[in-house]
């Protein structure tokens, strides 16, 4: 995979030229490194850094998360100038648009704008990843970052490591959850037609069924929608996974990596996707439900069943419910992902250990100060500003009681998305929700998740060159969409599914799958 990336290696070794004075190499370091290894390197950073009590210079881009971001310096920011002072850094943090952060990430770093360090997704969306431009943090974790060491899981910590390297910091998935999404059900409907928790697929259509013919919201219309998701096949991944198989899974199979979506385990899903259309028991507009319309029809007392993402189960569902039907008492509750008739395996979402990442490049001057930031943001009192804010502004600790003061926090969300890096810490959660029922419903969704999950063997593998050259090789690309639609609608036998496999290896899926299995078999086998 290496050679695919060439030029865009070029690329930024020229914008590093330009910038730094930095050498690029296949592999190689930077002049900074003056052939010294990463260990030699950290101890003499650690060194340098003894010598002078100098707060840090430490650059950052991040996404702005969608939320308002005071404009100014970041240090004239109250959260940030707190982090500053508590680790002794002075931080130059860019915030970039959300809605387009990876496009302005490519541009910033063509033209040599390159921080010291970088937040995205996973390891495989960052350039400097894939072309042997970040610095190893292996060295620098074992001397400044033993909390993260200590309190990110080994899960998390694979998904960021290559060839033993370890390439980034991560968050540990929300609620330290890798299976991030449940199967929602309206536990009142349950409850007023006499129905238990389905636990295979055949016993999930039964409950749809129910839905569908007896009036469980009852106005007397059968206008119910036993179970809705969203245009592309999306938000329905617990109902694939009861086969093992999500849209964006990979599975290894003789020896090969193999895109979900093309899988045999596929073609069962989609059968069972099949029968709930056929039997009117999912949204007849699933294939087009924006957002907006989706999340309307779930509102409207109309939904007995959806995906979505495990932190949801209040904010987004319970909470607005209960104020919108509050005659009709609604219940949501997640259910343990039923298992696929005639499937043994795994069962849900595929695993994602981590929500984000934080990237350094190989000649960030103060990588030790680096680690040891976010080796802050990991301590107690870390994970207190990450989640609450700043003490005795925001929040108060009276021995073990935490007081949190919402109104204040007027940073909260965006200081959330950007400096979580724990999974869950149960204490401020539970004063921040300040409602019992809440926190319980919280904790008993985090539970069901835990319990189920699908392997992801590529975790940290960027997009194949065949499936960057070609998107329509892709889950979201024609061939897929156009195929699931035609079987799902009966326009197509079920049989057609392997019509498509075919085709899509033909037309450089089979590239897409040895190109995968390369990368496999070099940095995971």
Same mark, same amino acid.
């Given at each position: 995979?290496?050679?695919?990336?060439?030029?865009?290696?070029?690329?930024?070794?020229?914008?590093?030229?330009?910038?730094?004075?930095?050498?690029?190499?296949?592999?190689?370091?930077?002049?900074?490194?003056?052939?010294?290894?990463?260990?030699?390197?950290?101890?003499?950073?650690?060194?340098?850094?003894?010598?002078?009590?100098?707060?840090?210079?430490? +650059?950052?881009?991040?996404?702005?998360?969608?939320?308002?971001?005071?404009?100014?310096?970041?240090?004239?920011?109250?959260?940030?100038?707190?982090?500053?002072?508590?680790?002794?850094?002075?931080?130059?943090?860019?915030?970039?648009? !959300?809605?387009?952060?990876?496009? @302005?990430?490519?541009?910033?770093?063509?033209?040599?704008?390159?921080?010291?360090? !970088?937040?995205?997704?996973?390891?495989?969306? +960052?350039?400097?990843?894939?072309?042997? =431009?970040?610095?190893?943090?292996?060295?620098?974790?074992?001397?400044?970052?033993? !909390?993260? =060491?200590?309190?990110?899981?080994?899960?998390?910590?694979?998904?960021?490591?290559?060839?033993?390297?370890?390439?980034?910091? &991560?968050?540990?998935?929300?609620?330290?959850?890798?299976?991030?999404?449940?199967?929602?059900?309206?536990?009142?409907?349950?409850?007023?037609?006499?129905?238990?928790? &389905?636990?295979?697929?055949?016993?999930?259509?039964?409950?749809?069924?129910?839905?569908?013919?007896?009036?469980?919201?009852? /106005?007397?219309?059968?206008?119910?929608?036993?179970?809705?998701?969203?245009?592309?096949?999306?938000?329905?991944?617990?109902?694939?996974?009861? %086969?093992?198989?999500?849209?964006?899974?990979?599975?290894?199979?003789?020896?090969?990596?193999?895109?979900?979506?093309?899988?045999?385990?596929?073609?069962?899903?989609?059968?069972?996707?099949?029968?709930?259309?056929?039997?009117?028991?999912?949204? &007849? *507009?699933?294939?087009? /439900?924006? #957002?907006?319309?989706?999340?309307?029809?779930?509102?409207?007392?109309?939904?007995?069943?959806?995906?979505?993402?495990?932190?949801?189960?209040?904010?987004?569902? @319970?909470?607005?419910?209960?104020?919108?039907?509050?005659?009709?008492?609604?219940?949501?509750?997640?259910? &343990?992902?039923?298992?696929?008739?005639?499937?043994?395996? $795994?069962?849900?979402?595929?695993?994602?250990?981590?929500?984000?990442?934080?990237?350094?490049?190989?000649?960030?001057?103060?990588?030790?100060?680096?680690? #040891?930031?976010?080796?802050?943001?990991?301590?107690? *009192?870390?994970?207190?500003?990450?989640?609450?804010?700043?003490?005795?502004?925001?929040?108060?600790?009276?021995?073990?009681?935490?007081?949190?003061?919402?109104?204040? $926090?007027?940073?909260?969300?965006?200081?959330?998305?950007?400096?979580? =890096? !724990?999974?869950?810490?149960?204490?401020?959660?539970?004063?921040?929700?300040?409602?019992?029922?809440?926190?319980?419903?919280?904790?008993?969704?985090?539970?069901?998740?835990?319990? *189920?999950?699908?392997?992801?063997?590529?975790?940290?593998?960027?997009?194949?060159?065949?499936?960057?050259?070609?998107?329509?090789?892709?889950?979201?690309?024609?061939?897929?969409?156009?195929?699931?639609?035609?079987?799902?609608?009966?326009?197509?036998?079920?049989?057609?599914?392997?019509?498509?496999?075919?085709?899509?290896?033909?037309?450089?899926?089979?590239?897409?799958?040895?190109?995968?299995?390369?990368? %496999?078999?070099?940095?995971?086998?």
């Amino acid at each position: 995979m290496k050679a695919a990336y060439k030029k865009r290696l070029a690329v930024l070794c020229i914008a590093a030229l330009t910038i730094t004075g930095t050498a690029c190499g296949d592999g190689g370091g930077s002049k900074a490194n003056n052939g010294e290894t990463p260990a030699a390197n950290a101890s003499s950073h650690a060194s340098d850094n003894k010598a002078s009590a100098e707060p840090a210079s430490i +650059s950052l881009f991040v996404s702005n998360n969608a939320e308002q971001i005071p404009p100014g310096k970041s240090m004239d920011l109250a959260t940030v100038k707190h982090l500053a002072g508590k680790t002794n850094t002075e931080l130059d943090i860019t915030f970039l648009p !959300h809605e387009n952060y990876m496009e @302005q990430l490519r541009l910033k770093f063509a033209g040599g704008d390159i921080p010291d360090v !970088h937040m995205v997704w996973g390891i495989e969306n +960052s350039e400097l990843v894939t072309n042997d =431009l970040a610095l190893d943090l292996k060295p620098y974790l074992e001397k400044h970052g033993q !909390h993260l =060491l200590k309190e990110i899981p080994q899960s998390a910590w694979d998904a960021v490591t290559l060839n033993g390297q370890i390439l980034a910091i &991560p968050q540990v998935a929300q609620g330290n959850a890798p299976a991030e999404r449940v199967i929602y059900v309206r536990k009142d409907w349950l409850d007023k037609l006499g129905l238990a928790v &389905p636990k295979t697929s055949d016993e999930f259509l039964d409950m749809l069924r129910a839905f569908r013919d007896k009036d469980p919201n009852g /106005n007397g219309k059968q206008d119910e929608i036993p179970f809705s998701s969203r245009e592309k096949f999306e938000w329905m991944d617990n109902v694939l996974g009861m %086969y093992g198989v999500n849209l964006d899974s990979n599975t290894v199979s003789d020896g090969k990596v193999m895109p979900g979506f093309v899988t045999p385990n596929m073609k069962q899903s989609l059968g069972l996707v099949r029968t709930m259309y056929e039997e009117k028991l999912i949204d &007849p *507009e699933f294939l087009t /439900n924006s #957002r907006a319309v989706w999340d309307q029809k779930i509102k409207s007392d109309l939904v007995g069943s959806w995906n979505h993402v495990v932190l949801g189960v209040w904010d987004s569902w @319970q909470k607005e419910m209960s104020t919108l039907l509050a005659d009709k008492k609604p219940n949501v509750v997640a259910i &343990p992902t039923p298992k696929g008739a005639g499937y043994e395996g $795994d069962v849900g979402r595929v695993e994602k250990s981590v929500l984000k990442t934080f990237v350094v490049k190989k000649d960030a001057a103060n990588p030790e100060a680096i680690v #040891r930031m976010f080796d802050w943001l990991v301590t107690e *009192e870390g994970q207190l500003f990450a989640d609450l804010g700043i003490e005795g502004e925001t929040f108060t600790k009276a021995g073990e009681q935490l007081t949190y003061n919402a109104d204040a $926090d007027k940073d909260l969300k965006w200081r959330q998305a950007v400096f979580t =890096l !724990h999974g869950f810490n149960e204490a401020a959660q539970k004063v921040k929700i300040n409602n019992e029922e809440a926190f319980n419903k919280l904790m008993a969704t985090i539970e069901t998740s835990r319990s *189920e999950g699908i392997d992801n063997p590529t975790a940290g593998m960027a997009p194949s060159p065949a499936m960057t050259q070609n998107a329509e090789l892709s889950f979201k690309g024609s061939l897929f969409q156009e195929a699931a639609a035609k079987i799902v609608l009966g326009e197509k036998s079920l049989d057609y599914f392997d019509e498509f496999v075919a085709s899509w290896k033909k037309q450089g899926g089979e590239q897409a799958i040895e190109e995968m299995t390369a990368w %496999y078999n070099e940095n995971r086998k």
